[in-house]
């Protein structure tokens, strides 16, 4: 009888320890074939998937056996907890496997942005010397800022500081006592840091709360000049506000790894190719050789352990 379902890429050292003790279908593009993957979670016990499965309505509706969901990641837009708390399903969260990926990108991000020269490949091989226009700026004594201020903010931050920046956050959620202030310029109000950072990164979930969260009103009370980078979900950021505040010369440059359509429609592409100094990646920030296999681990160590649990 079949135990566990993986709907998305993992790290087989991991996959092949849940095959020692359970029956596991593994298919990473079960995620494109939503009624075949209705039908084998229908006998599944438990579910592993990664930003892209939706773990809602018809899905859920079918896997009448299923105790267990796990994230090979932190996001849960993707899944139903409602419904899933209510049908007694543990969700499973890779916490904290990712983080140090995630900072590593961000903190490339920036600096590529903030320096801007390395683009000039093209041109350099075209015998031009464009030193003139490639003349950036240093991340040193500037303000990262950072919208959310949990786990994987905190180890950008740390990158951040040891580069010379200066560190700058709101985050409602986390009382003025934590002492994960100190040493950071703490803001009241998302308008406060928004006028004060030269790169703004965000970092938080994308809920009720924080769906658009950074509109046009948000983009225009940023600082001129400085520079955006998305990690968490796109849902967060409007895309179309983004562009033409790049456009129009307000904010110098973004790096988006989350979108609100994921893969980019031809609408969304269409939008984001009229932006300059623009990079977009597949949702890959915390993806890594190294993170995969901390991530696969995790869950699979959790999804093991439930199971059990489960089952004495």
């Known amino acids: 009888m079949l135990d566990i379902v993986v709907s998305e890429f993992m790290d087989e050292a991991a996959l092949d320890g849940l095959r020692s003790e359970f029956e596991v279908h593994y298919d990473p593009t079960l995620a494109d074939r939503p009624r075949e993957l209705e039908l084998l979670v229908s006998a599944a016990r438990a579910l592993i998937v990664r930003n892209r499965t939706r773990v809602q309505g018809p899905l859920l509706a079918a896997a ?28 499973l969260p890779a916490t904290g496997a990712n983080a140090v990926a995630v900072a590593e990108y961000v903190i490339a991000a920036a600096l590529v942005l903030l320096r801007g020269v390395f683009a000039a490949t093209d041109a350099m091989l075209e015998g031009q010397w464009p030193r003139e226009r490639l003349v950036g700026r240093e991340a040193a004594r500037r303000r990262m800022g950072f919208v959310g201020f949990g786990s994987t903010a905190r180890q950008v931050a740390s990158r951040a500081a040891a580069l010379g920046m200066r560190i700058a956050a709101y985050d409602p959620h ?48 940023m600082r001129p000049g400085a520079v955006l980078i998305n990690t968490s979900r796109g849902g967060i950021l409007d895309e179309a506000a983004l562009v033409e505040a790049l456009r129009a010369g307000r904010l110098a440059g973004a790096a988006l790894d989350v979108f609100a359509t994921e893969p980019l429609d031809r609408d969304t592409a269409l939008l984001f190719d009229a932006a300059p100094n623009l990079i977009l990646t597949p949702h890959i920030a915390g993806v890594t050789v190294e993170s995969n296999e901390r991530v696969s681990a995790m869950t699979a160590a959790n999804v093991r352990k439930a199971l059990k649990r489960k089952r004495a």
């Open 64 to 91: 009448r056996r299923l105790e267990v969901v796990g994230r090979l990641g932190v996001g849960l837009d993707n899944i139903d907890l409602d419904a899933c708390r209510a049908r007694g399903i543990e969700v």
């Open 174 to 221: 986390l009382p003025a006592t934590d002492p994960v202030w100190q040493g950071v310029e703490r803001h009241e109000t998302l308008e406060g840091l928004l006028a004060a950072a030269d790169v703004l990164s965000l970092h938080v979930p994308l809920t009720a709360e924080t769906r658009g969260l950074i509109d046009a009103t948000a983009l225009s009370a």
